[in-house]
């Protein structure tokens, strides 16, 4: 079993408030990434701050509240970590709740990428990779002791990568980003 955690407990410093409860073609950011993942069938994990945003209220996916998310990335995703060992996951498949258009075939392609050699991460341009990406259950002990912002980057020089859209990859960080994605049509 995979379980996907998206990460959205960051403080959004950039964008100047929350920003996953901010509108992206009349819906909320954060839930972009959400429904993408609910398709997969999978068990979904939302890591939140201590302000849970209002579109996680419907209980379709679990919280974890990161008491702490000045310490960064690296404390969610070890939170995420810790949930997936407990649950009897075989694969952990990390995305951020402020990437709106990842779509579930990329997903989809990552879980199979790991399965074959551990971990498996987006690429970004010639040399960077990223998330989503997946790591299987021999890198969970691994990814439970991350703190700081650099999240699993270490992890991620070792994974199999996918070549991606950059389309597809755009995140949310400031209110000039959204407002540009707002003015191109849907994906989807």
Known sequence: MTVVAILGAGLARRFGSCK????LHGRPLGI???ETALTLGVPVVYVTGPDQPTFLKFGAVTTITNPDPVRGLGSSIAL????AQRAGARQLLIMLGDMPFVSAGTL??????ASMGGSSACQYGDDTFGPPACFG???FARLEQLD???GARALLREAATLAVSACELRDVDTPWDLADLNRQPPAG
């Not at 995420?80 to 949930?83: D, I, R, V, W, Y």
């Open 20 to 23: 996953l409860e901010a509108q």
């Open 80 to 83: 995420a970590a810790q949930h």
């Open 148 to 150: 700081g912002d650099k």
């Open 108 to 113: 989809l392609r990552l879980i199979e990428l």
């Open 32 to 34: 972009w990434p959400v």
């Open 137 to 139: 259950r021999e890198l």
